[in-house]
C-alpha cells in the first residue's frame, strides 16, 4: 500500500490540472473543427444555391426571349455567345467548340486535318481568294497548283464573293474525297481545271532541320503536337550521324501544344527519372507529376535553345525545364509566359470544351504565369517587375525568377520588321504590289539559287522600288502619328506656340517619302520579297534555311557554342560580389 504525503498529493493536484487543460484544449480544438466545417458545409450551401439561381435566371431569361422577342432566335447563335461572353471573363485559354469547330480544336492538338495541303490568302485588289504556299509532298502540290492561283469555284460552287473561312472550309474535307478545283493563273492568264483528292494533312513539326558550319546542327520545331518528339528524336540522331558536335534548338514563334511532348523532347537531354513538370489545379485528377521514363540520347552535348515573345505553354516547359536543369544555354528574348494546362472535355451534340485545370511547375518550383487572367475579357498580358517576383534556383545555383515567362540567359533581340514591310507584305492594308512583283519574278525564273545564296539583286530591287512608286502606294507612318498627337497635347498644354518653330521643321524632316523609307529599309524589305519567293522552288524548309543566313540571333547562338568557356559559365552560378568598403 503507497504511503500518502503531501508529495504524492501535489502530484495528483498536477495531474488533475494537466488533465483539465487537457480536456479543455480538446474541446476547445473540436468547438474550432465543428465550427469550420459548419462554416465550410454553409460556404459550399450557399456556393451551390448561387449556381442554381443563376442557372434558374439564365434560363428563364432565354425562355422569356425566345417566346417573346420581337424576332425569331438563332438559338446557336444567342447561346454560343452566352457561353463564350461566360468563358471570356475566366482566362484566354478556356475556349467552347460547337460541333462545327470540333474539327479546328482536332487540328490544334494533332496538327492533323483533311486537305489539299496549302496555305490560302485573301487578295485585297482581287478580293478573290488565292492559293499562297502549296506544302511539299501535298496534294495542292502534288496537281500543280502554284502560288497566286486565284480560285474560282469549289465542285462548280461559285468562290468569287466568298471570304477566307468560307473557301477554306470547303477546301477541307475527309482523306480520300475528290472534288474539281477551278483556278486562274495570273502568270498566262488561262483559267484551269484540277481534280483534288484530299489526303489526311500532317503539318510539318519539324519543317527543317540541317547541319551548319563547325559542327553546329540546327532543329526547327513548329508546334507539339502529336508525335513531334519522334521528328525531333530522328532528325537528333541524324544530325549525329553527320557529325554534330552541338545543337541549336529553334523554339521561336512555337505556340506550344502536348505537354507530354514537351518532356519526351527534354528526355533525350536529361536522366531518366528526373522530375520535369509538376501540375497542380482544383481537382486531384488534376495533379500529375511528369518525369523522364528513358534513357537519354545525349547528357553532354552543348545546346543552345532559341525563344521570343512566341514561344509558349509546352516551349516554355521544354526550355524552362533544360535552363532549371543547367542543360541547355535559352538565347533571344523573354518567353509569352503561359504556365496554365488545359484539358478537353467532351460535351453534349458532339460539342468539346477546352478547359484551364491547372498550373504547371517546372524542376526548380517555379510557375511563368504572366498573364493576370482573372481580369475581365480574358486576362491582360502584363510581366510582373522582378522585384515582385520570387526567386528560385537552377540543379547548379543559378538564380531564376517566377512570372513573366522564361528570361533567357543570353538576351538578343531580333531585327525589327520596318512598318513600311507590314503595309508592303499585307499585314495591315496592302495594294499587292509585293505579290505582283512575286508572281512575276517567278513567271521569269524556271529555276533560282539555293536558298543560302538567293538574293534580290539591286538592280532588282530598284524595279521593285520603281513598281511601289507608280502603284502611289501609301502606309501610314508612326511617326507622323506621334508627332500630331504631341502637337495636340502641346496646344492643350498651352507650349505649342513657343515651339511652334521647332514642331514646324520636325514635320518637314517626317513627311512622307516612300523612295528614302524604301531606300533607309533596303535590306529587310529585299528579304520580305525573297520570302515569298523561296517557298516556290524550295517550300518551307527553303524559307528557313534563306532566313537563318541574316539571323541575328542564330549567330550569337553559333558565338556561344564556339566559345566553349563562354558556353560553360553561362550554366554556372556567378560568384557573389561583395561590396566594396568605404574609406573613413
Known amino acids: 500500500m503507497t504511503k500518502f504525503t503531501l508529495a504524492n498529493l501535489n502530484i495528483v493536484i498536477l495531474r488533475y490540472r494537466t ?9 476547445i480544438a473540436l468547438c474550432v473543427a465543428a465550427f469550420a466545417s459548419s462554416a465550410a458545409a454553409q460556404k459550399e450551401q450557399d456556393h451551390n444555391f448561387n449556381v442554381a439561381k443563376n442557372l434558374n435566371i439564365f434560363n428563364a431569361i432565354y425562355k422569356n426571349l425566345d417566346m417573346m422577342y420581337v424576332d425569331t432566335l438563332d438559338a446557336d447563335l444567342t447561346v454560343g455567345t452566352g457561353v463564350n461572353a461566360m468563358l ?25 486535318y483533311g486537305g489539299i495541303g496549302a496555305l490560302i490568302k485573301y487578295n485585297s485588289q482581287l478580293k478573290r481568294v488565292t492559293i499562297d504556299e502549296p506544302y511539299e509532298n501535298m496534294p495542292a502540290a502534288e496537281v500543280g497548283l502554284k502560288k497566286g492561283d486565284i480560285i474560282l469555284s469549289i465542285d462548280n460552287e461559285d468562290m468569287t464573293k466568298k471570304d477566307q473561312g468560307y473557301v477554306s472550309d470547303h477546301l477541307r474535307g475527309d482523306p480520300g474525297t475528290s472534288f474539281i478545283l477551278q483556278i486562274k493563273r495570273p502568270s498566262t492568264g488561262k483559267v484551269m481545271k484540277f481534280k483534288v483528292v484530299r489526303k489526311a494533312i500532317q503539318s510539318p513539326a519539324v519543317p527543317y532541320y540541317g547541319m551548319q558550319a563547325n559542327g553546329v546542327g540546327y532543329i526547327n520545331l513548329s508546334g507539339f503536337t502529336e508525335n513531334c518528339s519522334r521528328e525531333v528524336r530522328r532528325a537528333f540522331l541524324d544530325l549525329k550521324q553527320q557529325g554534330m558536335k552541338s545543337l541549336v534548338f529553334d523554339l521561336r514563334g512555337n505556340g506550344g501544344g502536348s505537354e507530354s511532348e514537351a518532356v519526351n523532347i527534354v528526355n533525350m537531354f536529361v536522366p531518366k527519372g528526373k522530375l520535369i513538370v509538376s501540375n497542380r489545379g482544383k481537382m486531384q485528377r488534376s495533379n500529375y507529376e511528369y518525369r523522364t521514363q528513358v534513357e537519354p540520347l545525349d547528357t553532354v552535348m552543348p545546346v543552345v535553345v532559341l525563344v521570343d515573345g ?21 538565347l533571344g528574348t523573354r518567353t509569352f509566359g503561359k504556365g496554365l494546362v488545359q484539358m478537353t472535355m467532351d460535351l453534349p451534340y458532339n460539342s468539346a470544351l477546352k478547359l484551364t485545370t491547372a498550373k504547371y511547375y517546372i524542376p526548380s518550383g517555379r510557375c511563368i504565369q504572366a ?33 513573366g515567362g522564361i528570361m533567357p540567359d543570353v538576351e538578343v533581340k531580333a531585327d525589327t520588321l520596318p512598318n513600311i514591310a507590314f503595309y508592303l507584305a499585307g499585314i495591315k492594308d496592302s495594294n499587292e504590289v509585293l505579290l505582283n512583283y512575286q508572281l512575276d519574278y517567278i513567271a521569269k525564273h524556271p529555276t533560282i539559287a539555293q536558298p543560302e545564296k538567293f538574293v534580290i539583286t539591286d538592280a532588282e530591287y530598284d524595279e521593285f522600288k520603281q513598281r511601289v512608286l507608280n502603284t502611289k502606294f501609301t502606309y501610314d507612318r508612326e511617326s507622323e502619328k506621334f508627332l500630331k498627337e504631341l502637337v495636340k497635347l502641346a496646344k492643350f498644354e498651352g507650349y505649342y506656340d513657343d515651339a511652334k518653330n521647332e514642331f514646324n521643321a520636325l514635320e518637314k524632316k517626317l513627311s512622307h517619302n516612300i523612295a528614302k523609307d524604301l531606300d533607309i529599309n533596303k535590306e529587310a524589305v ?48 556567378q560568384p557573389k560580389t561583395t561590396p566594396a568598403k568605404t574609406k573613413k
Do not use: W
Open 19 to 27: 488533465n483539465l487543460f487537457t480536456m479543455r484544449k480538446t474541446f
Open 88 to 112: 471570356k471573363a475566366l482566362d484566354p485559354y478556356t475556349v467552347y467548340y460547337p460541333e462545327d469547330k470540333v474539327k479546328d480544336l482536332k487540328f490544334m492538338i494533332t496538327g492533323k
Open 526 to 573: 529585299k528579304r520580305l520579297i525573297a520570302d515569298g519567293i523561296i517557298p516556290v522552288y524550295y517550300f518551307q524548309k527553303g524559307r528557313i534555311r534563306h532566313s537563318l543566313v541574316d539571323d541575328k540571333q542564330m549567330k550569337a547562338a553559333l558565338e556561344v557554342l564556339a566559345d566553349s568557356k563562354r558556353y560553360a559559365s553561362l550554366l554556372k552560378p
Open 310 to 330: 512566341n514561344s509558349a505553354s509546352a516551349s516554355e516547359i521544354t526550355c524552362g525545364s533544360l535552363q532549371d536543369l543547367d542543360r541547355a544555354v535559352v
Open 371 to 403: 498573364i493576370n487572367y482573372k481580369h475581365n475579357n480574358g486576362g491582360t498580358k502584363e510581366h510582373v517587375p522582378d522585384s515582385l517576383t520570387k526567386v528560385f534556383y537552377t540543379a547548379n545555383g543559378r538564380p531564376v525568377r517566377d512570372g
